[in-house]
């Protein structure tokens, strides 16, 4: 099974992020330590920091574990779609990640509410979507290297920033509203210049627009 770079979580890392998980629904970030994860995951403290420094630490690598998840569902649902457009794909990618985490929005909140308070901690979250963002471009088919897929790659974030709130608080069985925002955002992002654009002027004109659910959040 590919893991695109990604380390692999074993057993340990399973078990001590679903405690990082159950914390964070509970608590701020700020006050989760590994003293308080190590209990909850039923592992020996001194096992923890072998890997991690801290409970950022863990948040980092729990964040890398589910994008790791989301890029093997993308290679599998690619795969199937291999006619499809770079933005088709990115599209897809991405509202794959967000059902993905989906379940996690109450912790993804206390995440955000951190990184508020702590550059350096939203230094990292940043430089962690960033890679992921990489690879999931490589896999869409985007050949752009460099500057310019830095400066994609940038575009797209400030793009998730714009479509976290929607996404935060949509009850929608299938993500419509997010879906809807996201492509919008995106069309959007496209017409910022060519080096900033996240697809080709002909990926546009071919692109059809998702169809959105007339169901009302529930």
């Given at each position: 099974m590919a893991d695109f770079g990604y380390i692999a979580a074993d057993q340990m890392d399973q078990a001590l992020f679903a405690a990082l998980w159950s914390a964070l629904d509970q608590q701020p970030l700020g006050t989760v330590s590994l003293e308080q994860l190590a209990d909850e995951a039923g592992l020996a403290l001194t096992s923890l920091y072998v890997r991690y420094a801290d409970?950022?630490?863990v948040l980092l690598a729990a964040l890398r574990a589910l994008d790791a998840a989301a890029l093997r569902q993308s290679a599998d649902d690619f795969?199937?779609?291999?006619?499809?457009?770079?933005?088709?794909?990115?599209?897809?990618?991405?509202?794959?990640?967000?059902?993905?985490?989906?379940?996690?929005?109450?912790?993804?909140?206390?995440?955000?509410?951190?990184?508020?308070?702590?550059?350096?901690?939203?230094?990292?979250?940043?430089?962690?979507?960033?890679?992921?963002?990489?690879?999931?471009?490589?896999?869409?088919?985007?050949?752009?290297?460099?500057?310019?897929?830095?400066?994609?790659?940038?575009?797209i974030i400030a793009v998730l920033l714009r479509v976290r709130p929607v996404w935060q608080s949509d009850?929608?069985?299938?993500?419509?509203?997010?879906?809807?925002?996201?492509?919008?955002?995106?069309?959007?992002?496209?017409?910022?210049?060519?080096?900033?654009?996240?697809?080709?002027?002909?990926d546009l004109h071919d692109a059809v627009a998702p169809q959105t659910s007339k169901q009302e959040p529930v």
């Open positions: 409970s950022d630490a795969a199937d779609v291999p006619e499809a457009s770079v933005y088709e794909k990115l599209l897809e990618g991405l509202i794959s990640r967000f059902e993905l985490y989906a379940p996690l929005r109450a912790q993804m909140k206390a995440v955000h509410s951190a990184a508020l308070r702590n550059p350096v901690l939203a230094a990292c979250l940043v430089a962690t979507l960033a890679d992921m963002l990489n690879r999931l471009l490589s896999l869409c088919g985007d050949d752009v290297t460099g500057w310019r897929r830095q400066a994609r790659i940038k575009g009850n929608t069985a299938d993500l419509s509203l997010t879906l809807s925002s996201l492509d919008k955002e995106l069309r959007r992002a496209a017409g910022w210049g060519g080096s900033f654009s996240v697809l080709d002027s002909a």
